[in-house]
């Protein structure tokens, strides 16, 4: 089924099938009928490829909510859904979108990401490799935080990798992207309410039943809301050696994120208690970021430390330097690691 269902969607798609066959194409956005980029090697390309009018563009993307049990029309004119593949899809609609129907397919990678392969793109060294197995092997909790497609799920695969086959690992996502490859995984997916608004099961009701269920970890795809003061209590309580995602700038932003959307949970917290409960269930933060030059390097690890004066502290132990930009603007530059981690006793 799955199979006929990727067919009809290529079929409806015909315009940028090109570009869904191609892997060395990670991303197609489609701005409107007469705009479509695709993303290689980090960097945008403006293609030539059209769809025939915008009632075709709006009849694919309606199909392709279709295809997945979804909504998208006037009432839905937002649609955030996976492909049968494992790509994900986010489209948007008019009146919303000005441009016309807006889609943007990220497509699902085939092949996972291993650490191996990151030191070959120069993502990460041999040092960094340690300290990223040292942070998993002592359980320490662990947020990967970045920009959006700074490759903060390829390095959350990369860390899980180091995570021992004799462990329970619950996994839970919005829609399926990490590929662990441990032998005992049970993984999760949250469901979107019907069209009568009813049978939704969020991140926060997995995190109920995760903790129900005896994990020796929790992995969860991202943290977006109130799910974060879930998985902080669960940190606190013992669940060590758990992992995530978010979206933030520097690691003392993803600290402050993860206390934004913890007040989104809607349970009265006082500031400080929630900023101290931050500082103690999350260990270090592993920060990712795609350079002016496409390239994707995990450019910061930093301890978390006791607040200060109830502030966020953090202590880089690697961080990734610039050193000279090439005519043709590659980047080139090494990793230094200006502190000694408290785990180093297991590096290597």
């Known amino acids: ?51 025939v009018s915008e009632p075709a563009l709006r009849a694919a993307a309606t199909n392709i909510a279709k295809s997945v049990g979804r909504l998208l029309d006037d009432m839905h004119p937002r649609l955030d859904a996976r492909l049968p593949d494992g790509s994900r899809v986010h489209a948007v609609i008019p009146p919303l979108s000005r441009l016309g129907t807006v889609i943007a397919i990220r ?43 700074s490759g903060k799920t390829s390095v959350l695969n990369a860390l899980s990798s180091f995570i021992p086959d004799g462990e329970r690992v619950l996994v839970i996502e919005d829609a399926t992207e990490l590929q662990l490859q441990q032998k005992h995984i049970v993984p999760f997916e949250t469901r979107k309410a019907d069209k009568n608004g009813q049978g939704e099961v969020t991140i926060r009701d997995l995190i109920h039943s995760a903790l129900r269920l005896r994990p020796d970890r929790i992995v969860i795809g991202e943290i977006r809301g109130g799910e974060a003061l879930d998985l902080l209590q669960a940190l606190n309580t013992g669940h060590a050696g758990s992992m995530s995602t978010i979206h933030a700038n520097t690691p003392v932003d993803c600290l402050r994120r993860i206390e934004t959307c913890a007040l989104l949970s809607g349970i ?38 006791p607040l200060e004066n109830g502030d966020y502290r953090v202590r880089d132990i690697q961080r990734w330097v610039t050193d000279a930009i090439a ?22």
Do not use: W
Not at 9 to 37: H, K, M
Not at 327 to 348: K, M, Q, R, Y
């Open 1 to 51: 089924m799955e199979q006929s269902n990727h067919s009809f969607l290529v079929l409806f798609l015909a315009p940028v099938a090109q570009f869904l066959a191609d892997d060395s194409v990670a991303e197609i956005l489609i701005n409107g009928p007469q705009c479509v980029y695709v993303e290689r090697k980090g960097k945008l390309e403006e293609t030539d490829v059209k769809f």
């Open 107 to 149: 497509k699902f990678k085939k092949e996972t990401l291993t650490i191996e392969k990151m030191q070959t793109f120069g993502s990460v060294d041999e040092k960094t490799v340690s300290l990223i197995r040292a942070l998993v092997l002592r359980h320490k909790n662990v947020i990967v935080s970045g920009a959006t497609s």
């Open 268 to 305: 009265d917290i006082p500031l400080q208690a929630l900023r101290a409960q931050v500082a103690s269930a999350i260990d270090a933060v592993v920060h990712t970021a795609r350079l002016t030059d496409g390239s994707r390097k995990v450019i910061a690890i930093s301890e978390v430390l």
């Open 327 to 348: 005519p043709d603007g590659v980047l080139s530059g090494h990793f230094e690691f200006p502190n000694e981690p408290s785990f180093l006793s297991v590096c290597g």
